[in-house]
């Protein structure tokens, strides 16, 4: 096995060894938890899955003046200004980090099946190496890597800024995702990232504008993911643009573009809305367990509960989400509704038969009256234009994406902030990628750190103030490094 390095030059490995990263994600065809699974699914009459997201930003603030100040983990500044808001609540978050790779080795101990899937963006890695708390990379190695723990424990990947798909520059985007995978294989390995299949959007947010989702979906695709997790209500039936009407089974989401184009991915969906406590109290075993076996595709198969939820955030996933954990693992395991990882479900699935083109075919919503509108093949003009008529004679319809929320937006009211984040991202394209510059190179190391910590959610989504200035602050720095190499 090839061993990384897991910074460079001070900055976490995010690029220059692609085809080395395209190599092991090109295995992702080859079953890789179906094989070592103690789950029997053709008798079970249901399964759920949960995963548990982790983020921090890393934020200019390091020093009292924003201009000169280092950047660090925004943990490392809850930790060292401990009287300011919630942030004493550091040292919970930190045993939040590392705690499923403590939960999970004492329940095979104790002969229970544990399964958890994991997203953790790459901001927040690098913060917590950077901090020095190698503990949590320690209890985090052993579930990725240890074959006795391997089977219980799916990451899902993710983009390595935290960045929202529906307002982020299509190759930008891109760049994110690649980034992640440098960053986890230099972690955990090779082989672990092989086993990476899942893809957990930022913020739940999915592109509906079709030649943006389209783009998403041929991003994940290319960098050999083979699923997507969506928000229920971000998706609609492509027959008839109405609601979901299974959503405990796998569905298709077929992105097609303005040019005619169209690709496909299997996509799990997340039902009920974002509050945590629905993981916490691990409410998707209970609603499975009211759940039998269903027909897709003429086949009998188990349905499958999907929940994700904020891993650290809120007193209810610091406090109630162990012993719900622990009580829940002891009484489903070697039940009739086992807690799965969704990998190891679709692997079976695939294993009798039920491939992507059987399943359901849905789209992001409101593109249904997009279609039943463009003429096939059209081209990005002709949408451009149907789309502000139809913003004209309706002013509900939006093409800036769905998330885990209905009302918030991740374009309108972002202007302090998304204007800075769009001059950099066309520089970086002029001065770093157009020019060709080689991605191993130094230059394109720390031009491309900047651009993508730059775009991290959060400097959207806390909205003005201090979110914006740092947001703003990044973007300068990273124009000063991009005018000054070039």
Known sequence: MTTLPETIDYLPNI???????????????????????????????????????MH??????????????????????????????????????HSCYKRMGEFIPQQ??????????????????????????????DALKTITCDPAYRPCVEWLGSAW??????S?????????????????????????????????????????????????????????????????????????GGPIRRPHLPHRLVAKSSRGETLSIIAIVKTQGSDTKLVAQMQPYYEAKGLSRTELGGTSVPPLVTQIADG???????????????????????????????????????????TEERFPAVQPTMQHRIWDQ??????PEALSELIRQLKSDDDRFQMEGGSWTNDVSWVRGYAEVLGPMESLSALFADKVLAAGVRTSDSRYRNALYHLLISQTSCYRYWGRGIWTDYGRELCRRATEILQHDS
């Open 108 to 137: 095979v101990r104790d002969g229970k099946r544990p399964r958890v899937m994991l997203d953790y963006s790459g901001c927040l890695l690098h913060g917590l190496r950077q901090m020095g708390l190698h503990d949590v990379f």
């Open 374 to 379: 463009f003429n096939d093949g059209a081209g």
């Open 312 to 354: 650290e955030n809120g007193g209810v996933m610091m406090n109630e989400f162990p012993p719900k954990y622990h009580q829940v693992i002891a009484e489903c395991s070697g039940s009739d509704t086992p807690i799965v990882n969704v990998s190891e479900y679709l692997e079976y699935l695939e294993s009798i038969g039920m």
């Open 56 to 93: 921090q930003p890393l934020i200019p603030a390091a020093g009292a003046n924003l201009k000169t100040a280092g950047i660090i983990s925004n943990l490392k500044y809850m930790f060292d200004n401990p009287d300011v808001g919630d942030n004493h609540n550091a040292p919970v978050f």
């Open 168 to 240: 982020t520059p299509v190759q930008d985007y891109r760049l994110h995702v690649r980034a992640w995978q440098h960053h986890f294989a230099a972690m955990f390995g090779t082989e672990a990232l092989s086993r990476v299949r899942g893809f957990s959007p930022a913020e739940m947010a999915l592109p509906n504008h079709p030649d943006v989702c389209h783009e998403f979906v041929k991003t994940l695709k290319e960098c050999g993911y083979r699923w997507v997790l969506v928000q229920e209500h971000t998706v609609e039936q492509v027959d008839d």
């Open 15 to 53: 690029c220059g060894l692609e085809r080395l990263i395209e190599g092991a994600t090109a295995k992702s065809a080859t079953p890789a938890f179906l094989p070592e699974s103690s789950i029997d699914f053709d008798t079970i009459k249901s399964a759920f899955a949960i995963a548990l997201h």
């Open 161 to 166: 800024g935290h960045p929202v798909a529906p």
